[in-house]
């Protein structure tokens, strides 16, 4: 799913601390239509958040010794 700009500041807002239902209000659509949306924000940025594999592992064998 593409996100608008908007939908994506809606997730933001929310991921941020903001109760659904205050957003919801904001963007004058329902809870159910933030938690969709904040959804797909974190499917389409969660991945690209988190570091490659072998960077994530740099250092793992030293953290162990």
Do not use: C, H
Request: aromatic letters at 10%.
């Amino acid at each position: 799913m593409v996100l608008k700009e908007y939908q994506k500041k809606a997730a933001q807002e929310t991921l941020s601390g903001i109760k659904v239902a205050v957003v919801a209000r904001k963007y004058e659509v329902t809870p159910k239509t933030i938690n969709k949306w904040v959804r797909s924000y974190q499917e389409l940025f969660s991945e690209e958040s988190l570091p490659p594999l072998e960077e994530s592992m740099l250092g793992f064998d030293e953290k162990r010794s």
